[in-house]
């Protein structure tokens, strides 16, 4: 029997980026990109697992935009179109390094990497990665958390109650959609919480939700138990508090495992590197030069001198890293173990994209890390939140502080110079959607002229949810693609008031209504407009019986949550990426890879 547990939670998420009006968009690549490096190669690993009978459990959460752009048939055609220019090109790179023995069998491991990317795509899942994942989450080996409807930082948002809650719904909703099951779980934006919204969450059926570890620790009372076993709010929604050490061994820019010399450089690629007409086809049409997936060279230090990747010592650094991991956590559980009346709980959420996209051997990393936990030793065991739940349903009552895992722990980086600028919008259309939800739930008719007032205040929300994403906000402030940021906020703030217009008038543009229900077609088959006008019904009640009253023996705290708890601050995650290098995911939060 494990004396405690590791909650691995990989936070699964991209915005809401189609482009219909274009044949080629720079800003799809993300999707593309973390198809091929991260959401493959996991699956893969997943199915290796099963294959050979080794027990795993995971977390993840998968967005409804990231859900809903991986079955999008325009997107998936088109990332078909894109591995399958990559296995052009690996073909060419292979003939180009032939009288260089090293790069050649780099170039061919990436074309054996692009060909299976595409054949697991087409033939394995049938274009439908959310299958893959369903599917182990029906296996049992992983549990799925819903999350807000396009990732909105609920804090900022919060001005508005019907803003947040439709936030919410609608995130669960499209979850039971797409999941077949209703959602245990849920993933706040950003871990950004702040009192109250749990009673939103208990409204809609959540059992539980992630926190930062301060989020916890700042709590009213102090909690018995650090952030080593839930904690249940006065609603009765469990929080489960981040594990500030595990998260630093991973996330941290001068600390964490991806900034090893033998790991391969992210940012050396040869869409940048290689001659501009050899490379020009497989890079934008426009002549920007973005990243291939092709990179040959290895971290090797910080300067700019870099030796070539060698794949077999990557993958041996990999495997130490996760035993040196494992090792740190049954550490961790032999310490506090004698301390709880309890298994201790060690939660360690983690961006997906970090394994696979920005930290080439991540998916690597997990895969021997699984192992290891199954095979090698009996102190900890993997668990699923609601895993952990079901053996201790008597927790302690807490009521957390406002909180986030961004820089500092609070809500600055969504809230400052460079994008305060988005809130009056985003507040006011929040109050007008409100307006236009309760005119769209008085038209009962069913005639012509109801039935497109209705699909205008339908839309109207999604606008509105489509400009509230915190990714928008995230741009701004790293100073990445804000022009492609910028532009997405004002479009959607402006088609919403336009469609506020058109209804308040009685006017509404049936084509141009069309050709905006095409582009940003989020959630076409759900009326989001009464998100905003309907009251919360009651959620199922949570399975779970609380006490205030229990006085078990405090957990041990670690000094360096200590300090993180009374600073406020979350470890290390500075943005990385740079608009000019056309890096996938503008949100990353700094994995230490140069």
């Not at 595990?246 to 040869?270: L, T």
């Not at 990714?471 to 088609?495: E, L």
């Not at 993180?564 to 056309?582: E, H, I, L, N």
Request: with cysteine; net charge positive; hydrophobic share 35%.
């Amino acid at each position: 029997m494990p004396k405690g547990y590791l909650c691995l939670l990989l936070h699964t998420h991209l915005p809401f980026v189609r482009h219909p009006e274009e044949d080629v968009f720079l800003e799809e690549s993300w999707l593309f990109e973390a198809i091929t490096e991260t959401y493959i190669p996991l699956l893969d690993v997943m199915e290796s697992w099963v294959r050979d009978g080794v027990r795993f459990r995971l977390a993840m959460s998968l967005t409804p935009t990231l859900v809903s752009m991986l079955r999008d048939p325009l997107l998936q055609g088109r990332y078909l179109r894109h591995i399958e220019r990559l296995v052009e090109l690996s073909e060419k790179e292979i003939a180009r390094t032939e009288t260089d023995p090293a790069l050649n069998r780099l170039a061919r491991m990436y074309h054996d990497r692009f060909i299976h990317a595409r054949e697991a795509f087409v033939d394995t899942y049938g274009r439908d990665l959310v299958s893959g994942f369903r599917r182990m989450q029906d296996l049992g080996h992983i549990e799925i958390l819903a999350s807000c409807a396009t990732h909105g930082f609920l804090p900022n948002l919060s001005v508005n109650q019907s803003s947040v809650r439709a936030q919410i719904r609608i995130g669960v909703d499209h979850y039971r959609a797409a999941f077949g099951r209703d959602a245990r779980g849920f993933w706040l934006p950003e871990c950004g919480y702040y009192p109250g919204v749990d009673a939103l969450l208990k409204d809609a059926g959540v059992n539980y939700f992630i926190l930062d570890s301060h989020g916890v620790l700042n709590g009213e009372p102090k909690p018995h138990y650090s952030v080593y076993a839930p904690v249940f709010c006065p609603t009765g929604v469990a929080a489960f508090g981040r594990d500030w050490e595990s998260s630093k061994q991973v996330w941290s820019a001068q600390e964490g495992f991806p900034g090893n010399p033998d790991y391969r450089e992210f940012y050396r690629d040869i869409g940048f590197e290689l001659d501009f007409d050899y490379v020009k086809p497989y890079i934008h049409p426009q002549g920007f030069r973005t990243n291939t997936g092709i990179k040959y060279w290895k971290v090797t230090g910080k300067t700019e001198h870099k030796e070539l990747y060698i794949p077999d010592r990557a993958r041996d650094t990999a495997a130490w890293h996760a035993g040196e991991f494992m090792y740190h956590r049954q550490q961790q559980v032999e310490r506090l173990a004698g301390q709880m009346d309890r298994k201790p709980l060690i939660t360690a959420p983690y961006d997906a994209e970090l394994f696979g996209h920005w930290w080439y051997e991540g998916p690597m990393w997990i895969d021997f890390l699984a192992r290891k936990i199954a095979c090698d030793q009996d102190t900890i065991a993997l668990v699923t939140p609601s895993e952990y739940l079901a053996e201790y349903p008597v927790n302690q009552v807490v009521t957390p502080s406002a909180s986030s895992w961004g820089w500092k722990g609070y809500n600055e980086y969504w809230l400052e110079g460079r994008n305060d600028w988005v809130y009056p919008h985003l507040h006011a259309a929040g109050r007008r959607m409100a307006e236009l939800a309760r005119i769209s739930a008085a038209t009962k008719t069913g005639d012509g002229a109801s039935r497109l007032l209705r699909k205008a205040a339908n839309q109207a929300a999604r606008e509105l949810v489509l400009a509230e994403a915190s990714d928008w906000p995230f741009i701004m402030r790293t100073g990445t693609m804000v022009p492609y940021a910028d532009k997405r906020v004002k479009q959607h703030i402006n088609r919403f008031a336009r469609l506020y217009d058109d209804v308040k008038k009685g006017a509404i543009d049936a084509k141009w209504l069309a050709e905006v229900q095409r582009r940003d077609c989020i959630f076409a088959d759900m009326e989001c407009a009464r998100y905003y006008a309907e009251p919360t019904p009651p959620g199922r009640r949570a399975t779970f019986r609380r006490t205030a009253k229990a006085k078990p023996r405090r957990a041990a705290v670690s000094a360096p949550t200590k300090r993180a708890a009374r600073s406020g601050r979350s470890d290390s995650k500075t943005p990385r990426g740079s608009a000019t290098r056309g890096s996938s995911r503008r949100r990353a939060r700094g994995c230490g890879a140069t």
